[in-house]
């Protein structure tokens, strides 16, 4: 199974359909907040969310489902990216929340050949993240320094580094 694109394998328009989705779930949202030390009610305190917000229950935190997404991406995105180099931008269009299941899919917007090194393009890219009803939740734009073959050729092919089993 392939991991990752070389640049000449992008093509400016295709779709990647991530595969599965993730469904969120409290303890993902919860570990994810206290991991990053983001501790806002709104994700935190069932209690508060239902008394003063107007989802009335907790909302998964954004950088979560942006984390969840680009995780989603590297295999058909960035499995074999030499750098990720920059966000250009990001957008929660919609809340989510616990139990829903997110699915993403990324556009090829753009290619273009690295002007310093025959061996490298860079691929400008849009993520896609939504719920299982289709409702987008988040999108984001990036631009990702990818190979080409020739650079995968001589670092060891579609594995590099990988050991052969001894003895």
């Not at 942006?66 to 990001?90: F, H, R």
């Not at 999108?139 to 050991?163: A, I, L, N």
């Amino acid at each position: 199974m392939q991991f990752g694109r070389y640049f000449e394998e992008f093509e400016v328009g295709a779709v990647y359909k991530h595969w599965p989705g993730k469904t969120v779930t409290e303890y993902d949202d919860h570990l994810f907040c206290l991991l990053t030390m983001n501790h806002h009610p709104l994700h935190m305190d069932a209690h508060y969310a239902e008394e003063t917000t107007e989802f009335k229950r907790n909302v998964v935190v954004g950088n979560y489902i942006y984390s969840l997404l680009l995780g989603m991406s590297v295999p058909d995105v960035s499995g074999k990216a030499i750098a990720n180099l920059e966000v250009e931008s990001l957008k929660h269009t919609k809340p989510t929340f616990h139990g829903d299941t997110i699915y993403g899919e990324t556009e090829v917007l753009d290619k273009t050949e690295s002007k310093s090194k025959d061996d490298r393009g860079v691929v400008y890219v849009e993520t896609r993240g939504y719920k299982q009803d289709g409702t987008v939740v988040c999108t984001f734009r990036r631009k990702v320094m990818v190979p080409k073959r020739s650079y995968g050729d001589t670092r060891g092919g579609e594995q590099p580094g990988r050991p052969e089993p001894r003895g």
